[in-house]
């Protein structure tokens, strides 16, 4: 069993810049692939990236190339979401999850019904 615990969100003016963050708790940390998904009032929720066990493999999504950055430290649990030049369409609650396959697929790492644990949300709100 994987607990995951977002924090870093909040309300930033468009261009501005947030760091999210992702501590999971368990031993086998690096074996997860893991996930930001964002899910805005009223829409279903979308991927935004995602990083191997080891840090050597990346997605992202279209709509946040080049402005996001996802990274992770494995010494200490924890995966980051860097968002950078924000727009009010990021505007979201942001997802952190874990995928207990130990196998990148670039295809697989978008879906959100291949990850097996979620956290509780953290809220981003862009103004403009």
């Known amino acids: 069993q994987v607990q995951l615990v977002e924090s870093g969100g909040g309300l930033v003016q468009a261009g501005g810049s947030l760091r999210l963050s992702c501590a999971a708790s368990?031993?086998?940390?690096?074996?997860?692939?893991m996930g930001w998904f964002r899910q805005a009032p009223g829409t279903v929720r979308e991927f935004v990236a995602a990083?191997?066990?080891?840090?050597?493999?990346?997605n992202y999504a279209d709509s946040v190339k080049g402005r996001f950055t996802i990274s992770r430290d494995n010494a200490k649990n924890t995966v980051y979401l860097q968002m950078s030049s924000l727009r009010p369409e990021d505007t979201a609650v942001y997802y952190c999850?874990?995928?207990?396959?130990?196998?990148?697929?670039?295809?697989?790492?978008?879906?959100?019904?291949?990850?097996?644990?979620w956290g509780q949300g953290t809220h981003v709100t862009v103004s403009s």
């Open positions: 999850a874990a995928d207990s396959a130990q196998y990148f697929i670039r295809a697989y790492s978008s879906l959100a019904e291949r990850y097996d644990y």
């Open positions: 990083i191997s066990g080891r840090g050597g493999n990346i």
């Open positions: 368990g031993q086998t940390f690096s074996t997860y692939v």
